[in-house]
Structures are given as C-alpha cells and as structure tokens.
C-alpha cells in the first residue's frame, strides 16, 4: 500500500535515540586575506631559545646611540629647566622696573650752558640733556634714521635677533677676532638695556668714578651677554616698542658731551630735534657707533660721509626717496654757527673754575651762566694769535702765548690760553701760568710816585748805580742797551723802559709803597722784597697784570677781573647769582692816573712799544722783557679795551730775538684794529701837556721834587685848561669807556 503523502509515525528507537541536529550553516567568507603578524623579536637572556649573538663591531653603535638617546632626554628636560628659569628672570626685571620717565635720564651730574655778552651760546660743559623727546615729537627723519642705521628689524623682533648675532660671529670670525669680539649683533632693545647698566644705577659710594662705573656697563663677557639679553626681553615686556625707542633717543651718549638727540641738536645745529631734517639726522644717527670719532665738531668731512652712508640705508629701506636721498647727500648738514666757531674754551674753563665747584664742575643741576664774553673780540684775539704764529714764528716752534681782553671796570671780553684754542681743560696761561713780568711792572712803580706828590716831567739821573744788599753784596742794575742817558724825566724814561730810573724811583719813595700800589691794584703774587722789585723780578698772571692796567685807565681804581654776570638753575626765573662790575677801591688819585696815562701813551708813540701804533687812535702801554727773555710782554688800552698779551716757552726756555715791544706788540696791534674797527675812537683820559720839560739840574732826589720847568697844560696848543678840569675829562673818558659804545 503505498505511503506517499503521508507523514510516517515515530519509531521507538527514534524517541530512544533522538537524531543529530543539523548545524546551522557558516557565513560564506570574504575574499579578503588576513595579514599575516611579523613574528616577535627574540630578546636575548628571554624565552623563546638560544639567540644569535652580535657582531663585536656593532657594539660602539650601539653605546653612542645609548648617548645620543641620553643626551636628547637630558636636552629637552634641560630646555624646559632653561625655559622656566629664562622665564622667571624676565618677569622678574619686568616686574621691577621702574617707570619709564625715571628712565630718561640717566645722568650722574648735572649740566653747565654758557652764554656770551648778548645771550647766545657759546660752551657746554657736563653732562648736557635736552628736552624729553618721544618717538611723537621728534622728527620723523631722526625716528627713521635710527632704526635704519641701528636695528632695520627693530619693529619685528622680541628683543634679540639671533640672525643678527649670527651674522657678527661670522664677521668677527672672518676678521681674525674671537666670536664675541667687535661686531655684537646686538638689537637696539639690548643697547638700550645697555644705556641703563642692566637697571643698576650709578652711586658715588660703590664706584670710584663715573668711567669706571661706565666701563663696567659696557664689558662684553659671555655673562654679561646673557643677562643683558634677559634684561632686554624683560624691556620688550615691560614697555612698547615707541617707549623703548624714546628710552634709547634720550638718553644715546652723541659726543661733546651730549646725552640724548635734542641735546645734541642743540649742541650742533641750534635747532630742536623736532625740526632735524633728513641730512641732520643722519649725521646725529651716524654718530652712534662712535660719538667722539664722527663728531661733526672733530671732523666735519668724515662725519658727512657717515650721515651720506646712513642716508643710503634710509633709501634702502624706504624711508626716504631716491629724490630726497640724493638731494640731501649732495647738500649735507654744516655745524651753527657757535657750534662751528668752537670760541672761547679758555674762557669757559677760566669760569668752571672761578665758581663754586657744586654749581659748575659737581653740579647736579642743569646751570645757565651768562658771560662777559663778546664773540667778536673773542674771535679777533684768536685770529691775531693766529696769524702771528703762522707768519712771524718759525715752523715747529714750541713757543707758547696768551691774551686777555678786558674793558675798565674788569669785564674780561676775551681770553686765550694758548695757540691751540679749540681745547677743553687745556692748561690756561692767561690765568694758570705765572710768570716775571719784567718792565711791564714799571707803571706800578711810577703809579707810587705820581700819587706821592712827583709829576711826569720830574728828572733823574740815568748813571752807574749800585746797592749793597745784605746777605747778597753789591747789586748793579743796567739799561737793556748797556748805555746811560743822563738826565730823563719820569715820561722818557718810561718810554725807553730805563732799568736804572725805575729802580731810583722805587728807592726813593719806598718799596714797601710801590708793592703797596701793585698789590692794591690786584697783583696778588707775591712780590720781591729786592730792589729787583722796580724791574719785574715778581711773578704774575697775565689776567691780574691786565687787570691792574685797567685800574690805570680807569683813572686809578682797583679792578678785580670778571667773567660772571648772572648765573640761574634750568626752570628758575630769578638768578642765584650777579656781578654787575669789577671795580673796587681807589688807589692813586685821578691827577696821578692822567699824567700815568700820558707817560704810558708815549710808550707807544715815541719808546719801546712803537709796533702797536694805530694811526687815529691813542693807545697808551708798556712792553716788558724778562730776564734772559724768557717771558715777552706787551699791556696796551684805548679808550675802550684793555689788552695783554704775553709770549714764552712753558718750560722757560728763552726766546730768541723776542721782546716785548716785537711780536707780543705786533700781536696786540692786529687784534686791536680788528676790535676797534666798529668802534668810534675815543681820547683817552690823559693830561695833555704843551710843552718839552728841561732839565734845571734838579732831581726828585734833590729834595724839593720840582725839577722842571713850565707849569703842565692839557687841551694842547696852548688852550690852556687846569690840572683840575683834566681830570675832569680824564672821568668822562672813564665813564664813557665804562658805559659808552663797546662796552
């Protein structure tokens, strides 16, 4: 019977022995093959059996990649350390920095400004600051110069420019040096860090001087690099790059003297550093690597030829036109016209040294003096010593000279010290060097007799005279020209500079009265107690000799020489000190100083001092020679100015062919004409007599001093004025060279 269609009943053994599942089919795989894994590196001394050993020739591979791997773990650890504590030390400088307007000025002493007669500037001692100018005020030209010439990548860096430091290694290198040496690749942040001596200031207690505190600012150690690259990213934190900048342009050392560029830019062209133009700055800005050096006052050509190399980089980096830059090279910046004339630096020492120390040498403020000082006469004494030297004395001559120029109450007009007169704290003979004035002492020995009651026309005898001198034994005086002359009157024998007269005289009325009459008229060395007295054995400067023969002309007063009319501190309205004039007591009676300025007049027109003649003017003076020649002297006044001028050798060396009446008096002619050239000439205040006294046998030592004949008139041909109503004119003439035109 068929079974299909229908399901077939379970069997005992199937419920005994159930069947096998099936098992559920696989996923069919990917075509994708699996990697097989590398087999793992055996190490040695580990499972996996017995390892092939090394070559013996890898194992110093394999130490210096131990090192290396070392060493790089010890790098970046040390990086990190170097980091932090670079870190820590620039917060640090930052934090402690003080603000930056106590930043601007960094100077140990205070400045000195000295003006002339008329309020201009002609010297600058201390250390000079101008106004403080910033990176807005100042002209754009100086803001653009300094960078280009000190740091083009100023505006783009943290403070350090490791391309930079890179470069000067490689040129120090080339250039034989060691690789810190000469050029510092140094940024303008770090010469500002520099400027301000890594925030030590200076302090007098510490430092033996202010250079020394200076030179230690300035060394360049590897250590001192450091910290003065620290000190300047310090900066770079603390401040902009515009206030580093105003930082560095006020306080950068610029020569003569001059800290920070508005000083400078007085000091050079008289103008503001807010109104430089291209070729001004440049010439300032190329000054910074060498102040003293490119000074335009030590050498203005070579300190054009930087400014033209600095105007160059200006173009190069954009700052200024192809246009402009030529323009500006072809017309280069000159030095004002104080700044050019260099005048009167014997005269500004002469008055650093005259004051009070705290208010000149020490100062610590910014002091203003005004002087007696006239430019034009200034200049004019340096021109004749000049010329003299250059014409009249022969080529490598070690000769020294020194004039002094004063009015008559004691102003000093003009003074130098020596040939060199562009100088500084040079040795100044017109008031340092004393020396034996020799016959140009003989009108003080004569001033003594006149205010004694003799006259100018009294005689004495020009004979042999000796003197017996205690402790020395007998002294015998002689005349310059080994001759004798007989009977001459006071005027004659002033006028030929007679040795044998004067020492008469001086016997006659005493020394003591004629060392009285020197002194009283400001020769304050001390004078000889010989009978050499008469003849100029005594020592004295040129600026008290001068002074003296003021007193003379202003008819027979005490002068005390002045350079000071006024002196006030920066900002102040009211001046701390004044002079007003010179004049001091009486020592000779007016009638004695007239007839001693017509004995002295015929000095110049009839004796030993005829070189100085200058036709239309009267001049009254005395030559004077000392002994052996080794001083030369020559005193001279109008109306209007007094003048000495001396000549010698600084080690007493005697001169050769040289006196007083040669080249000291051709000397003081050539000055004068230059001097009285804007002048009116003026008469001097002197007896003018009508008559030539002659000789009656009588002396001033015969007992009744009137030893001549005629009564003295003044006003000449015969007008016939009094002994009284000359004096009185002498005065006007006095006061008239006091107050009057030139003075």
């Known amino acids: 019977m068929s079974q299909s269609g229908r399901k077939r009943p379970a069997l005992v053994a199937d419920k005994r022995y159930p069947a096998k599942k099936a098992a559920p089919k696989k996923p069919a795989r990917t075509t994708t093959t699996k990697r097989k894994a590398a087999p793992k590196r055996r190490r040695s001394g580990g499972g996996g059996g017995p390892r092939k050993p090394r070559s013996i020739f890898m194992w110093p591979f394999v130490f210096i990649g131990w090192v290396l791997r070392m060493l790089w773990r010890l790098m970046w650890k040390g990086a990190v350390v170097t980091a932090l504590i670079i870190g820590a030390a620039v917060f640090y400088f930052a934090s402690t920095m003080p603000e930056l307007n106590t930043m601007l000025d960094g100077r140990a002493k205070g400045s000195v400004t000295i003006l002339d007669r008329y309020g201009e500037v002609y010297a600058w001692r201390g250390d000079q600051r101008g106004r403080t100018i910033t990176t807005e005020t100042v002209s754009p030209h100086l803001k653009n110069a300094v960078v280009a010439t000190e740091d083009k990548r100023f505006y783009g860096h943290f403070g350090l420019s490791p391309r930079g430091i890179a470069s000067a290694v490689k040129i120090n290198l080339s250039e034989g040096r060691g690789p810190l040496s000469g050029h510092g690749g140094s940024t303008l942040t770090q010469q500002v860090a520099k400027l301000l001596c890594?925030?030590?200031?200076?302090?007098?207690?510490?430092?033996?001087?202010?250079?020394?505190?200076?030179?230690?600012?300035?060394?360049?150690?590897?250590?001192?690099?450091m910290k003065e690259a620290i000190y300047a990213m310090a900066l770079e934190t603390k401040f902009t790059k515009d206030e580093i900048l105003t930082i560095y342009m006020n306080r950068a050392?610029?020569?003569?003297?001059?800290?920070?560029?508005?000083?400078?830019?007085?000091?050079?062209?008289?103008?503001?550093?807010?109104?430089?133009?291209?070729?001004?700055?440049?010439?300032?800005?190329?000054?910074?690597?060498?102040?003293?050096?490119?000074?335009?006052?030590?050498?203005?050509?070579?300190?054009?030829?930087?400014?033209?190399?600095?105007?160059?980089?200006?173009?190069?980096?954009?700052?200024?036109?192809?246009?402009?830059?030529?323009?500006?090279?072809?017309?280069?910046?000159?030095?004002?016209?104080?700044?050019?004339?260099?005048?009167?630096?014997?005269?500004?020492?002469?008055?650093?040294?005259?004051?009070?120390?705290?208010?000149?040498?020490?100062?610590?403020?910014?002091?203003?003096?005004?002087?007696?000082?006239?430019?034009?006469?200034?200049?004019?004494?340096?021109?004749?010593?000049?010329?003299?030297?250059?014409?009249?004395?022969?080529?490598?001559?070690?000769?020294?000279?020194?004039?002094?120029?004063?009015?008559?109450?004691?102003?000093?007009?003009?003074?130098?010290?020596?040939?060199?007169?562009?100088?500084?704290?040079?040795?100044?003979?017109?008031?340092?060097?004393?020396?034996?004035?020799?016959?140009?002492?003989k009108p003080f020995v004569y001033a003594a007799a006149l205010d004694m009651g003799y006259s100018w026309n009294d005689f004495v005898i020009d004979e042999p005279y000796c003197l017996n001198i205690p402790g020395s034994g007998e002294w015998c005086p002689k005349n310059y020209s080994k001759k004798f002359y007989g009977p001459v009157n006071f005027t004659e024998a002033l006028a030929k500079s007679l040795n044998i007269p004067a020492v008469k005289v001086s016997e006659e009325v005493g020394r003591e009265a004629v060392r009285s009459v020197a002194s009283s008229f400001g020769i304050e060395s001390d004078l000889a107690v010989g009978p050499a007295l008469a003849l100029g054995a005594s020592d004295g400067t040129l600026l008290e000799t001068t002074g003296a023969y003021a007193g003379i002309l202003n008819g027979g007063s005490s002068v005390t020489p002045y350079g000071l009319t006024q002196l006030r501190l920066v900002g102040d309205r009211d001046p701390l000190m004044t002079q007003a004039g010179g004049i001091g007591e009486r020592v000779i009676s007016r009638e004695a100083a007239a007839q001693l300025t017509y004995m002295m007049s015929r000095v110049i027109e009839e004796g030993t001092g005829t070189r100085a003649r200058i036709e239309g003017i009267e001049i009254a003076g005395k030559t004077g020679t000392s002994q052996s020649a080794r001083d030369?002297?020559?005193?001279?006044?109008?109306?209007?100015?007094?003048?000495g001028i001396w000549m010698g050798y600084d080690d007493n060396t005697p001169l050769k062919g040289v006196t007083g009446g040669g080249l000291p008096a051709e000397m003081w002619r050539e000055a004068m004409v230059n001097i009285q050239s804007q002048l009116v000439p003026t008469p001097l205040p002197m007896i003018r007599p009508d008559f030539v006294p002659q000789f009656d046998g009588r002396t001033m030592t015969s007992g009744d001093n009137q030893g001549f004949q005629g009564i003295p008139q003044t006003g000449g041909g015969g007008g016939g004025q009094s002994v009284g109503e000359a004096v009185e004119d002498a005065l006007i003439g006095v006061l008239r060279s006091i107050f009057g035109q030139g003075n």
């Open 198 to 225: 890594l925030g030590v200031p200076y302090d007098p207690d510490v430092w033996k001087t202010e250079a020394a505190y200076e030179a230690d600012c300035r060394q360049g150690s590897l250590w001192r690099k």
């Open 253 to 441: 050392y610029l020569g003569a003297g001059s800290f920070g560029f508005d000083a400078a830019s007085q000091r050079y062209f008289a103008i503001p550093a807010s109104e430089l133009n291209p070729a001004q700055a440049a010439m300032l800005s190329g000054m910074l690597t060498a102040p003293s050096r490119f000074a335009p006052t030590n050498n203005l050509k070579r300190s054009q030829d930087r400014a033209a190399t600095v105007l160059r980089l200006m173009n190069e980096q954009g700052y200024l036109s192809d246009k402009d830059t030529a323009q500006y090279q072809e017309n280069p910046a000159v030095l004002s016209k104080a700044a050019k004339a260099q005048a009167g630096g014997y005269f500004a020492d002469w008055i650093m040294g005259d004051l009070p120390a705290f208010l000149t040498r020490k100062t610590t403020e910014d002091v203003i003096i005004k002087t007696t000082l006239d430019p034009r006469i200034q200049k004019a004494a340096e021109s004749a010593m000049a010329k003299i030297f250059d014409e009249k004395v022969s080529e490598g001559s070690k000769a020294q000279a020194a004039i002094v120029v004063m009015s008559a109450d004691g102003a000093v007009r003009g003074l130098v010290g020596g040939r060199e007169t562009r100088v500084t704290g040079a040795f100044n003979r017109a008031t340092q060097a004393k020396r034996q004035t020799g016959s140009a002492f």
């Open 632 to 643: 030369a002297w020559f005193i001279a006044f109008t109306a209007d100015y007094v003048m």
